[in-house]
């Protein structure tokens, strides 16, 4: 049997072409083994070889995506290959970015087999963890050794069409693929175990694992509140009506920052939410009840609090992204520390 | 966003309904509101009385900004 032929991508640092002063350099093929497609194909062992490498600088393949990923899809159409592989980019984004991006069009256009390899924290992760196998790495170059040895059996594995095991076992990352199976012991027994095992203080696997989210400490508290300036944050989708920038109803890319100087109190007629995630029907009548502007605003005439401030700030929280929300609340803190806001009172729906 | 607005150093109150998420996501200061579609009314009360709710729920709010907290708290 003929050996496997594979076609491996670098960029021009793997290739010893240079830094970023050379990340401009365009697509490039060169027959046989360059870098780190030593370590690669001394790992495929007899079953693969690599025929030949293609090589594209970092900023010339993310500055130019759709031309530089045709050249070098037909640079690796050319040279017949059975799989691909791409990197591995450990968490340099651009490299990563292109490598996600070759390897996707790869199996996807040219029907080829193909992974990549990449730390869980470079973009291309997010980006094409779900298309594609993406093997996680450490974050430099340092792990190449550790790179390779998880990446070639899942790459022999692909091109021979073996099954793939799960993400934990063939160190991929998660494709967001369910696989339905068989198991001796049903749901409910299962709970119980993993919930004793938690109990016992024991180890354990969950069977669906929840989104990570990190935390921050108690920020001190208001010495007094009367003297406060206090601003109103919410993820309700409270807009001015009409939805002046045209916040979307599900995984916004925006927030609004909206004057209510002078504003005493939400109207029928004013405001209504742009929230397609509750039935908006209450809100729509009466935007204080999502956002409490009229109580503020009476609470600031009477001296309870120093001032209400004088922008609102809004977004849909509705299937929106982490990153999206974390991008919004950078921006917003940013401009309320600016103005000398000392509180925040952040509504959701 | 709660987090993401907190970590500048001010204090930020969390209104919301579905407190588990809230803890979930990491809010340090909670207050619980009445329900996803109106948090901080009752349309089946009458006008007086649910702005004396909203009162109610406000208050509990700026009470959560004036207290040290160590940990997530819940406001009841």
Known sequence: ?349 | MVKGIEKFGIPVVHMCTVVPISLTVGANRIVPTVAIPHPLGNPNLDAQEELALRKRLVDKALHALETEVEEQTVFE
């Open chain 1, 1 to 349: 049997m003929s050996k496997i032929k594979v076609v491996h991508y670098i960029n021009q640092f793997f290739a010893g072409i240079g830094g970023e002063e050379k990340a401009h350099i365009q697509p490039e093929l060169r027959e046989g083994i360059v870098g780190p497609g030593m370590a690669i194909n001394a790992a495929l062992g007899d079953e693969a070889e690599i025929v030949a490498t293609v090589i594209c600088g970092d900023s010339y393949f993310n500055e130019n995506l759709e031309s530089a990923k045709k050249t070098v899809l037909e640079m690796i159409k050319s040279q017949g290959a059975d799989l691909f592989i791409a990197g591995p980019a450990f968490n340099a984004g651009r490299y990563g970015v292109a490598c996600g991006a070759i390897t996707a069009a790869v199996q996807e256009e040219l029907g080829i087999p193909a992974l990549t390899g990449m730390y869980v924290e470079n973009p291309g992760v997010d980006m094409y963890s779900k298309e594609v196998y993406i093997v996680a790495t450490k974050n430099s170059a340092a792990g190449m050794r550790d790179a390779v040895k998880k990446m070639v059996p899942l790459a022999l594995k692909l091109a021979k069409k073996e099954e793939i095991g799960e993400p934990a076992v063939e160190h991929y990352f998660p494709r967001g693929i369910r696989k339905n199976f068989f198991t001796d012991k049903r749901g409910s027994e299962r709970a119980v175990d993993m919930l004793l095992q938690k109990l016992g203080g024991e180890e354990y696997v969950t069977e669906y694992p929840m989104p990570s989210f990190d935390r921050v400490a108690p920020a001190k508290a208001l010495a007094d509140v009367r003297k406060a300036t206090i601003a109103i944050v919410t993820s309700g989708g409270i807009v001015p009506k009409g939805n002046p920038d045209h916040i979307e109803s599900s995984s916004a890319s925006k927030y609004g920052e909206y004057d209510i100087e002078g504003v005493m109190d939400l109207t029928e007629a004013t405001y209504e939410t742009a929230h397609g995630g509750f039935d908006p029907v209450y809100a729509n009548l009466d935007a204080d009840r999502v956002i409490p502007v009229d109580v503020l605003r009476q609470y600031e005439k009477e001296g309870k609090i120093g001032k209400l401030h004088r922008y609102f700030y809004s977004t849909v929280g509705n299937g929106t992204a982490v990153a999206s929300a974390n991008a919004f609340s950078d921006e917003i803190g940013k401009k309320l520390i600016a103005d000398g806001v000392d509180a925040v009172i952040l509504t959701s729906t």
